[in-house]
């Protein structure tokens, strides 16, 4: 079971492992950031491996990655009347995709100030957390929170690349889309995913997920440096 890392998600679906436990399925419970593992667990799946070598990658995956979000305010629900917003002149960073608060609001700034922080909220090394190591290629994605135009995203993409090139961090596959909305959130969330020979050919196995893109080398050395042995 692949759980997001939210505190109704983890107790719904812990009580359904223990549940499936007492029936004599084997089951197995990562708590993630969901779309890389997803994707990297599935394509281990697909070569034929156990649950428990599935299970490992998809560990492995978790705890080489990190997301924050940014938001200008909630998204909103159906059938619900209407919510508090957050003042216009403010920006939320780490907004839960059910309108959870974030860690920290301030006033509104450039789009470079504001991708900025939220690379410094991924990045700053922390007990238990991942920071890339030097030289290590990652993997990015650049999500709508579901409120953003397409030509939007694109210039908040293109200005996560810049800012991650000038901290010296290789950008070896990126792609940015809607992959998880908050509805009509007017946000964005960033993902990187540190890299290493085998997690690379496992994101780049192909799949029948319509909504999945393919990646495209990014110059990752390397790739370029085994490709002209």
């Given at each position: 079971?692949?759980?997001?890392?939210?505190?109704?998600?983890?107790?719904?679906?812990?009580?359904?492992?223990?549940?499936?436990?007492?029936?004599?399925?084997?089951?197995?419970?990562?708590?993630v950031g969901v779309l890389f593992v997803q994707k990297i667990a599935g394509a281990t799946a697909n070569t034929?491996?156990?649950?428990?070598?599935?299970?490992?990658?998809?560990?492995?995956?978790?705890?080489?990655?990190?997301?924050?979000?940014?938001?200008?305010?909630?998204?909103?629900?159906?059938?619900?009347?209407?919510?508090?917003?957050?003042?216009?002149?403010?920006?939320?960073?780490?907004?839960?995709?059910?309108?959870?608060p974030g860690v920290r609001r301030e006033k509104l700034c450039t789009l470079a100030v504001t991708v900025n922080t939220i690379l410094d909220i991924v990045l700053k090394p922390r007990a238990?957390?991942?920071?890339?190591?030097?030289?290590?290629?990652?993997?990015?994605?650049?999500?709508n929170l579901g409120g953003l135009s397409v030509l939007e995203?694109?210039?908040?993409?293109?200005?996560?690349?810049?800012?991650?090139?000038?901290?010296d961090i290789e950008v070896a596959r990126s792609m940015s889309r809607t992959f998880v909305s908050s509805l009509d959130g007017p946000g964005f969330s960033v993902t990187l995913l540190?890299?290493?020979d085998e997690l690379m050919p496992l994101l780049d196995a192909p799949t029948a997920a319509p909504a999945?893109?393919?990646?495209?080398?990014?110059?990752?050395?390397?790739?370029?440096?085994?490709k002209n042995k």
């Open positions: 079971m692949i759980v997001k890392n939210y505190t109704g998600d983890k107790l719904n679906f812990g009580l359904a492992a223990q549940k499936a436990k007492a029936q004599g399925l084997g089951i197995e419970i990562v708590f034929g491996v156990d649950l428990a070598a599935v299970a490992s990658i998809a560990r492995k995956v978790a705890c080489q990655m990190g997301t924050a979000a940014a938001s200008l305010d909630r998204c909103s629900l159906p059938r619900h009347g209407a919510l508090e917003s957050l003042p216009q002149d403010e920006i939320d960073f780490g907004m839960g995709i059910h309108n959870e238990g957390t991942w920071t890339p190591t030097t030289g290590q290629p990652v993997a990015v994605i650049v999500n995203l694109g210039v908040i993409a293109e200005e996560v690349l810049r800012l991650l090139d000038a901290r540190g890299l290493d999945w893109p393919t990646t495209m080398p990014l110059g990752w050395k390397g790739e370029l440096e085994s």
